[in-house]
């Protein structure tokens, strides 16, 4: 039976991953929206785990004599004991359903033989575990262990019906769908939804990654709390605090091409797929 949703308050570890200058205008702009998100969750019963307890969970339940796989950007593959590296696979809406958008870099593969491990914070559907379990069988490893915050039934069974023996622990026991808090948060490195039909821009300052608000996507949690007026309102509120407090500290208003300023890793999350230029203001890009 499906429990109730977890939501992974990640935004401080997310946030971290932004410049000084991003740190500054972005964390005090989408506080209020964390905490009001926050406190519609709790009303309605579910759980929340700090970024950082999954995190020391995660790095003490590893065991040092297998590679380890880190899928979660918010760890630092370096923490973990033993052998580790960091893989980016990301799960994208296309015409055609959610799909996988990753590759096995070399120096990976070829590190991979013998057992491997896999840490993440949620699983959901088992794709991307199933995915990363062909490309490390392919490189003449084994998919021997998997180490997640949570995850639902339909994961655990897609992944443990190819990999029988396969050594399955969750901080969270249970059918439990989780999500992350930062998706929510304006300009938040690692936050929306990756659609094929928004591709990255280059500007003169780094490549703006564009993504789309996860309040345009029906069903589960995110579609619950984005229809609660109080949550649209805190997320207007907190696109346009970023973007004033971005346009002070450059002396003009701010365009697409200045987001690099806030970091490599922040995003600009619309609320529907659309052109969108370098020069673009980012009110303009935001409306």
Not at 188 to 203: H, I, N
Not at 253 to 266: E, I, R
């Amino acid at each position: 039976m499906l429990g109730q949703p977890i939501v992974f308050h990640d935004v401080p570890a997310a946030c971290r991953h932004l410049s000084v200058l991003g740190q500054e205008v972005v964390t005090p702009a989408i506080a209020p929206l964390a905490s009001q998100l926050m406190m519609l969750a709790s009303l309605r019963g579910w759980s929340i785990i700090r970024h950082e307890d999954y995190r020391q969970w995660a790095l003490d339940s590893a065991p040092g004599e297998y590679l380890w796989i880190v899928l979660d950007p918010l760890i630092d593959a370096r923490e973990v004991r033993g052998q580790a590296c960091g893989l980016r696979a990301s799960r994208v809406a296309t015409p055609q359903g959610w799909q996988i958008e990753a590759d096995l870099p070399e120096e990976i593969g070829k590190a991979v033989s013998g057992n491997v491990g896999v840490v993440d914070d949620v699983a959901s559907s088992g794709r991307t575990l199933l995915w990363l379990a062909s490309r490390v069988e392919s490189y003449g490893g084994r998919l021997a262990a998997v180490r997640v915050g949570t995850s639902m039934d339909r994961a655990r069974g897609a992944v443990m019906a190819a990999a029988p023996d396969l050594d399955w622990r969750s901080m969270v026991d249970g059918d439990r769908a989780g999500f992350h808090l930062r998706d929510a948060c304006p300009f938040v490195p690692f936050s929306g939804r990756r659609v094929a039909e928004l591709e990255p821009v280059d500007t003169p300052n780094g490549s703006v990654d564009l993504r789309l608000q996860v309040s345009a996507f029906q069903g589960g949690p995110w579609e619950v709390l984005s229809t609660d007026r109080s949550v649209r309102f805190a997320t207007r509120d907190a696109q346009l605090q970023v973007v004033a407090r971005l346009a002070t500290a450059l002396g003009h208003p701010p365009t697409l091409a200045d987001v690099p300023a806030l970091g490599a890793f922040a995003t600009v999350s619309l609320r529907a797929p659309r052109r969108v230029t370098v020069g673009m203001s980012l009110m303009e890009c935001l409306s």
